[in-house]
């Protein structure tokens, strides 16, 4: 059914998402700053959450880090800014403009994220050195922003979260599936415009028939799976490692399947420390430590 359907409005789906990436071209704010402090100066590149807090946890505990990506490309007609555009065109909530996501144990500047292009589509992710990477050397690391975000978990949680990132980043199995960006859109598009208010809102939507979350059997490796795009990865790892997303997930009905990249900071727990542009990563993350020396440890560039 879903096949017969994406055949048939894809093309309009397609000028839609253009329409879309047109008109998001409009906007000269940085919401992305914004939402980290709306009185931010409109030149900083730098701003620190003015307050970071996190909820309890018993016993031992680490933090996991996800990155979340506004970038601007040296070409405005690169086919990524229709992905971008129309994420910002389509969302229904008062969330800033990403489009991308990676995930790190730590604060230094290497994070992993899932991509098209490359030998390996789940790969390293440098800000500072993006030459080296085949998406993120089409953007201008001095006009893309980024926020880093901080989720609280225990000790067991950070550990297995890393095995379990560590099993594909050793894989050459995990495949950034484009066309699953298809039918995101056409979820997002009918929740925009097709969707009673009541259920706009992340834990609120209702998701098709036929998704649905996979606890895999972390000892077997054929029950791993391999086809994501960066944002429906992020969920899937941690809705498999972390008890508290898991936990949320089922409540609300939420699938991984369908997370678009702002979905995962509406994810509870999920705190952000700082925003700066990609050439200021490092400045960022070193003024933050020195605001909150608990993070000491885990920057070590």
């Known amino acids: 059914m879903f096949n017969r359907i994406l055949k048939k409005y894809f093309p309009l789906l397609l000028l839609l998402l253009l329409a879309f990436s047109f008109q998001s071209c409009k906007t000269t704010n940085s ?6 402090s709306p009185s931010a100066p409109a030149d900083a590149k730098i701003v620190l959450a ?3 807090e996190f909820q309890e946890i018993e016993g031992d505990y680490k933090y996991l880090f996800i990155r ?7 070409s405005p007609v690169y086919i990524a800014n229709i992905l971008k555009n129309g994420l910002a065109a389509t969302k229904t909530e008062d969330v800033p403009d990403l489009s991308h996501s990676a995930i790190n144990f730590n604060l230094n500047d290497t994070f992993y994220g899932l991509t098209l292009g490359g030998k390996y589509n789940f790969a390293e992710e440098n800000c500072l050195t993006v030459e ?7 953007c201008n690391p001095e006009k893309s922003e980024q926020i880093t975000y901080a989720l609280k978990v225990t000790e067991e949680e950070y550990n297995n979260t890393q095995k379990f990132v560590d099993h594909y980043l050793k894989s050459t199995k995990v495949k950034y599936a484009s066309g699953l960006n298809v039918k995101l859109a056409l979820f997002s598009i009918k929740k925009k415009f097709f969707t009673s208010k009541e259920h706009k809102q992340f834990s609120t939507q209702k998701y098709p028939r036929s998704a649905k979350n996979v606890k895999i059997d972390q000892d077997d490796e054929k029950s791993y799976l391999n086809r994501f795009v960066c944002s429906t990865f992020i969920g899937y790892v941690l809705y498999n490692n972390v008890e508290s997303v898991a936990e949320f997930f089922d409540e609300h009905n939420i699938k991984y399947d369908y997370l678009n990249v702002t979905d995962l900071s509406l994810i509870p727990g999920m705190t952000p420390l700082f925003y700066s542009t990609w050439s200021n990563y ?6 933050f430590v020195n605001e909150n020396e608990e993070f000491a440890e885990y920057l070590t560039q």
């Not at 979340?68 to 040296?74: D, T």
């Not at 080296?132 to 089409?138: F, L, N, P, S, V």
């Not at 490092?282 to 003024?287: D, I, S």
């Open 50 to 52: 003015p307050d970071v």
């Open 31 to 36: 919401l992305v700053k914004e939402s980290i």
């Open 282 to 287: 490092l400045e960022a993350a070193k003024e």
């Open 132 to 138: 080296g990477h085949k998406y993120m050397k089409h």
């Open 68 to 74: 979340l990506y506004n970038p601007v490309y040296n």
